[in-house]
């Protein structure tokens, strides 16, 4: 597949959308895109099936605390540094890169990654949606080893990590990534061809594109959200969805701490019922609750939109008296199993509720 | 020159009194090279001027807090992973090892390394004391690029920092440290020979020794104290040396925080005079008041003895009701120059004295 220019503006309206919230800003990730295309020409987008069985896939992804990112972006000489340590240290050269995850900056550096580099960019991720934790995605559930991996900065400072544990090389990562200043380049989960075609989140590039191209028709044509809902219904993951809140920003708490963005945002209904939606996030959306009640909850996806143009609206870009509509939205089917759930369902962010599937709320 | 098992008992009690307070339990220190030295034969401790120009040589130490350093040591397999990804990274094999520091564990864990490896052991480090950080020693001051440097731990977890500045890699190796337990090893300051014979502060193993068996020569002679002043009155860095207080431990705050054994010990005179002192430390001392006035001061060694035995009293075996003489000692030049004092000097540990040499006070 080959993509344009305008398709990062589809793919990144997309990718924000299923980041949840996080993710980082899709205007900061088409810039760093953009400009690495203009520079090296577009990279050859390919599907998981296209790879050989033994070949090199590298993960590469932004990581620390979206409202820093905005204002600390890639240099270029990170990225390319960070995938130059992984290919020293596993002794062979990547032949294609991955997306770690779908979200705003996280689907277009490795855009960018892979047009420096001149190597394919896979379309697929590890979960199909972002997340904040390192071990929180589909390769580390079925057993790939997240390490070595690299930690770059735009100062050139770099790490190489080994663990056993992918909890473990998370807590070295975060820790060194706010000591950097809370945004860095990671590459990581070294992975081959098979591993990918089994593991990763298939077409999930394209569904962003899709999911941007929907909003694009809805504002030409009427309703956004309705065109966006009409179009994830006919997607292989996101097909169970609904809006469940229609209100304004009422209260906003967004702390920058641990290395992340943590808090919550209070919605009141547009419709005078007083009905109230709090929603709580650690960079991504986690728990939706409405007067106290579950309405939605990780992994699946919990998005909130301008109510009238259906932008995502990414935690960093919330705002008091914003109106919006909060979408619940179902993950993958690889991201509902037991495995999974034991490394990013709601007990592995504190949550006390169990996993319900947004189709039985 | 080839070292005795016996040896090894001096060289850690002089090594632990160098470390002011710090560099570890030379207890724990022994064990280490004892064990490796049945197992593995005694290594060679070589002069500086020995080593070819071209010749490379790589730190190796544990770095963490002392009080945490006594409860979780080395294995053996993180020394050895430490040397080895720092071999990788450079492109060559160690050609010897050298102390970073002279301390209870930092000079017996060098001959545990060189042991395992087979390699000598330069008879030299990078202060002729202990100290916290990873930048405060004459190879930074003088150029030496403390990185790539490679830290383990037990679990071998293994990281490969490369930063532009010492000060950074501090930052990076102590969060690290902290996520690890506060106790890992770390290789670093790669150097080739003509660099260790220019910038290292030569002879201090030995001189370390000498200061064990000055001490236990006093035992058997009447007065261990006197016997240390007056050997140090004949060693080209420590000649300038006292008793600065005998007293009691009367008050005592120690904390493990921030990666270190940050505190205070607050000592009264035995004489009745009421005279107090207080030693503020960070892992190791970094000054004496006597009511309030400056008697010693880093980068001078503040070194603390049971005022019987001349036992080194570290800072984590520091107990109310202790008797214990303070002795000021002067440091070797190469650490009181304008560069150095810039690097560890009062200013770099916050203190607001300028520093002034042991002699003059």
């Known amino acids: 597949m080959k993509l344009t220019v305008e398709d990062l503006v589809n793919i990144g309206r997309g990718a924000a959308f299923l980041g949840t919230g996080g993710g980082g800003d899709p205007y900061i990730g088409r810039m760093l895109a953009t400009s690495a295309i203009q520079e090296f020409g577009m990279p050859e987008i390919i599907e998981p099936d296209q790879l050989d069985d033994d070949a090199t896939v590298l993960t590469i992804a932004m990581l620390g605390a979206p409202t820093v990112l905005t204002e600390k972006a890639a240099c270029g000489d990170d990225v390319d540094l960070a995938i130059k340590r992984m290919e020293e240290k596993l002794g062979r050269k990547a ?7 779908i979200g705003g900056v996280n689907s277009m550096l490795p855009i960018m990654a892979a047009a420096r580099l001149g190597i394919p960019l896979v379309d697929a991720d590890g979960m199909g949606r972002a997340f904040p934790e390192i071990q929180m995605v589909t390769f580390n559930v079925y057993g790939v080893s997240c390490t070595p991996l690299a930690v770059t900065d735009d100062h050139l400072n770099a790490l190489v990590i080994e663990t056993g544990s992918a909890k473990r090389a998370e807590d070295l990562v975060r820790v060194s990534s706010i000591e950097l200043g809370c945004s860095v380049i990671m590459s990581s989960y070294p992975m081959n061809g098979k591993q990918v075609k089994d593991y990763a989140v298939h077409g999930t590039m394209t569904l962003a594109l899709e999911i941007g191209r929907a909003i694009n028709r809805g504002r030409k044509e009427g309703d956004p959200v309705e065109a966006l809902v009409d179009y994830l219904q006919t997607t292989p ?3 169970q969805c609904k809006v469940i809140f229609d209100g304004k920003v009422t209260d906003l708490r967004r702390e920058t701490t641990k290395g992340f963005s943590i808090g919550h945002c209070h919605l009141t209904a547009l419709d005078g019922s007083g009905r109230t939606m709090e929603v709580a996030f650690q960079n991504e959306h986690l728990v939706a609750r409405e007067n106290g009640e579950l309405r939605a909850i990780v992994p699946d996806l919990i998005c909130m939109v301008d109510r009238e143009t259906a932008e995502p609206i990414p935690v960093e870009a ?13 993950a993958a089917p690889i991201m509902r199993t037991p495995q999974s759930l034991e490394v990013f369902g709601p007990k592995a962010f504190g949550l006390g509720e169990e996993f319900v599937p947004i189709e039985d709320l």
């Open 95 to 101: 032949d294609a890169l991955i997306p770690i995850e």
């Open 318 to 330: 919330l705002k008091y008296g914003q109106r919006i509509k909060v979408m619940g939205v179902s």
């Open 237 to 239: 993951y996101y097909n």
